[in-house]
């Protein structure tokens, strides 16, 4: 594969044809880059086509669609983690970060690979927006960042059931399998942009940490990555099964008046009418989203870290961790008035949101509430809840990991508060990926910015970059972090000083553990 300079960037041969992407402070981006074909028309619903070939040199300087979705509420503490490109099915595009080209692997040294799954659920979000930029990754680390977009929603999980047409039996599973087909082009096509392809690590966050989860699982993914690292992740023990998907199918066809229409039929409805009726499906059926990957017995065999099944990543090291009141995120957008609970609020929310009596509840309250002398209710309700949706599933997932034995996992919690909007946040979900991106300044309004945000990003960017290149997220920069084992439980603990702490905590949560296990990250509906 030739590499040629031009003023503006570099071209390069891939296999369907030359790209010429651009060069910024020593960075090289290569955007909208497509690894499959589109996904409209009568492609809609289908698995992810090849994408076409083509003549000449394509410039790759501005991002492809982002997926069909709502556009969630954005302020200016969260527009850094929006993107506002343009929607569209024809979306399955990537984009590559890199600090050099194929000189690398004729040097005998590519580049580790570090392909980025966006969150946003399952429903909405892109990997293009600002605070995902890998230019800053790429260049610290010398690594090779990928961001990806994919179907989302009612285009990317929809199941039409077991009497669907053979080219729309895996319709409930196209939005992983968009992945999959990306990570192939990255296998076939990364050693050009001087990446490595027998080094691979999947990371994502929230909705993205599931996906790496669900990938783990996939007989058709294994092999494609080595190494998977999921922050803040909430609903990845459990995925959609053919009945709860079913019940959203029969919903989605009730919201369109269309009760027998199968895919042939769906794929001549307007996107946006498809995608109001998918927004009205999911409240019909009371906020629990099954428009999700789905335990189909195709591509998903099993839920992840399942103890009972095969473990298709025996060798996969893993990072896993959550940040300490994730649930404050969502008070960005929230009416301040509404911000202030009473105690009869707060057990009445806990209640609902845990899944337990009045009287649990208080118990529950009674119990965090000791060990926080003087806490305002809903900073205790933003403690409790991430700990029953991010917490406890981090650390069953590193439970499972343990006891399956072959690759280690690796357990972290953020606590470090940021000092934005009065330090009203604490530790709001997406706090991790702008100092694992290096882009604390892009994202200021919700970091801020200082020596104290460098020195953490540094020690944070540091470990990722350690993990990605020996499965091992020790350096220089931390205390000796120790493999996960659920007797000792060793915890990175990340704030201005990163300590390695043995099962901290451990009053919460075992108090959390006690109550129904949180199953769908759509169960609390977020802002949209």
Not at 291 to 298: E, L, N, S, T, Y
Not at 363 to 390: A, K, Q
Not at 434 to 452: H, I, K, L, R
Request: aromatic share 8%; net charge negative.
């Amino acid at each position: 594969m030739n590499v040629v300079t031009k003023p503006d960037g570099a071209v390069i041969e891939t296999a369907q044809g030359q790209v010429r992407g651009s060069i910024n402070n020593g960075v090289h981006s290569f955007k909208g880059l497509p690894y499959g074909d589109t996904t409209g028309d009568a492609n809609r619903f289908r698995p992810p086509m090849p994408p076409p070939a083509w003549t000449g040199v394509r410039d790759t300087y501005e991002f492809g669609a982002r997926a069909p979705q709502h556009n969630r509420a954005s302020v200016p503490a969260n527009a850094w983690i929006r993107s506002d490109t343009p929607m569209g099915e024809d979306c399955l595009r990537l984009n590559i970060y890199t600090p050099g080209l194929d000189d690398a692997t004729r040097s005998g040294e590519a580049r580790p690979v570090m392909v980025y799954l966006h969150g946003g659920g399952y429903n909405a979000g892109a990997g293009d927006a600002p605070g995902v930029d890998g230019s800053n990754l790429a260049r610290q680390g010398d690594v090779v960042v990928v961001t990806v977009n994919h179907r989302l929603n009612v285009f990317g999980f929809c199941h039409f059931g077991d009497s669907a047409a053979e080219e729309f039996a895996d319709a409930g599973n196209a939005g992983i399998l968009d992945i999959v087909a990306a990570l192939r082009w990255v296998r076939e096509n990364i050693e050009a942009f001087g990446g490595d392809a027998s080094n691979v690590t999947i990371f994502g966050q929230s909705g993205g940490g599931s996906k790496v989860a669900v990938l783990m699982t996939m007989p058709s993914a294994k092999g494609l990555f080595h190494n998977a690292i999921m922050q803040s992740s909430s609903s990845h023990l459990r995925l959609a099964t053919p009945e709860t998907a079913a019940r959203a199918h029969h919903a989605l066809l009730a919201q369109l008046e269309m009760p027998n229409a199968d895919a042939a039929a769906l794929q001549g409805v307007p996107a946006q009418r498809l995608l109001d009726a998918y927004k009205a499906a999911v409240g019909a059926c009371h906020g629990n989203d099954s428009f999700r990957p789905i335990v189909d017995g195709r591509s998903i065999l099993n839920h992840p870290f399942d103890l009972a099944a095969p473990d298709l990543a025996a060798q996969i090291p893993l990072l896993i961790g959550s940040c300490e009141t994730e649930k404050s995120f969502y008070d960005v957008v929230a009416d301040p008035a509404s911000l202030p609970m009473t105690r009869e609020q707060m057990q009445a929310d806990v209640a609902r949101f845990v899944g337990v009596d009045n009287s649990a509840a208080s118990t529950l309250i009674t119990d965090y509430e000791s060990r926080r002398p003087g806490v305002s209710m809903r900073d205790l309700f933003n403690v409790l809840t991430s700990d029953h949706m991010y917490r406890r599933n981090a650390i069953t997932a590193a439970e499972r990991k343990a006891a399956l034995g072959g690759a280690p996992a690796y357990l972290y919690e953020f606590t470090w508060k940021t000092p934005v909007l009065g330090g009203m946040l604490k530790t709001p979900h997406t706090l991790c990926i702008p100092f694992v991106f290096g882009t604390v300044d892009v994202a200021e309004a919700f970091t801020g910015t200082g020596p104290e945000q460098a020195a953490l990003s540094e020690k944070v960017m540091g470990a990722w970059l350690a993990f990605v290149r020996t499965g091992d997220p020790n350096h220089a920069g931390l205390p000796k972090w120790d493999t996960f084992d659920a007797r000792t439980r060793p915890t990175m603990i990340f704030d201005n000083q990163a300590v390695v702490e043995n099962d901290p905590k451990p009053e919460d949560r075992a108090g959390i553990n006690k109550c129904p296990p949180f199953v769908s990250d759509m169960q609390w509906s977020a802002p949209d």
